[in-house]
């Protein structure tokens, strides 16, 4: 049990891992702001639980948040945070979250009913996707900037913090970013571009 890679806070940057599209996570890791976030992704890793060990390792001594997705026991065994992608929060979660992750995990949404029962299983923030463009979904449709917004406004309305995801290039980051409506932004190769 890694007890200290606990998130105690919520962290603005959140870097997703993929080791298709972004395969060397551990200089991404270096290269970020700290008190960053990383989300362990990686569904089909042959060797998730042991590359979750390293990651949280890694965090924990790098001053980082770690979460892990789609696996609340993975996350609870690792004492890390939890990321629920949508499929997860479509319906009633099979196992509450845990008393220390309520407040402080992350799920995925991309419309109201999505955001609502994020709110509603205990999550302190969404990621709201995808914003635009992006390499991760290249044929999803886009909320756009105007979508984004109304999405945001629900989510803040409900208690929930906002995560931009999908397409951030650094004009588009800073353009969200002027409007006070975005607590922080996430995505796999968009650190190296801000």
Same mark, same amino acid.
């Given at each position: ?5 606990r ?5 603005? +940057? ?10 060397d ?5 270096a290269r970020l ?8 992704r990686d569904?089909?890793? /042959? ?8 990651m949280?390792?890694? !965090? ?9 997705a789609?696996d ?7 004492g890390?945070?939890?990321?629920a ?8 979660? +099979?196992?509450?979250? /845990?008393?220390?992750l ?30 635009f ?7 999803a449709? !886009? ?6 917004f ?7 309305? +409900?208690g ?7 397409g ?6 800073r ?11 996430a995505?796999?190769?968009?650190f190296?571009?801000l």
């Amino acid at each position: 049990m890694f007890s200290s890679a606990r998130p105690t806070l919520i962290p603005r +940057r959140l870097l997703i891992t993929d080791s298709d599209r972004f395969p060397d996570w551990q200089a991404a890791l270096a290269r970020l702001p700290m008190a960053s976030g990383v989300i362990l992704r990686d569904y089909a890793h /042959p060797h998730r639980a042991e590359l979750g060990e390293r990651m949280a390792r890694a !965090c924990r001594q790098k001053g980082h948040v770690f979460f892990v997705a789609g696996d609340l026991a993975l996350a609870t065994k690792l004492g890390a945070g939890y990321h629920a992608p949508a499929y997860q929060t479509r319906h009633p979660l +099979r196992h509450p979250l /845990p008393p220390p992750l309520r407040g402080r995990s992350l799920a995925a949404a991309h419309n109201k009913a999505e955001v609502n029962r994020a709110a509603q299983h205990g999550f302190g923030a969404v990621l709201i996707s995808p914003v635009f463009a992006t390499a991760s979904h290249p044929n999803a449709p !886009c909320l756009g900037v105007y979508g984004f917004f109304d999405l945001a406004n629900h989510a803040t309305r +409900r208690g929930l913090r906002v995560y931009a995801l999908g397409g951030m290039t650094p004009q588009n980051h800073r353009r969200l970013a002027a409007s006070g409506q975005v607590y922080g932004f996430a995505g796999i190769t968009t650190f190296n571009n801000l």
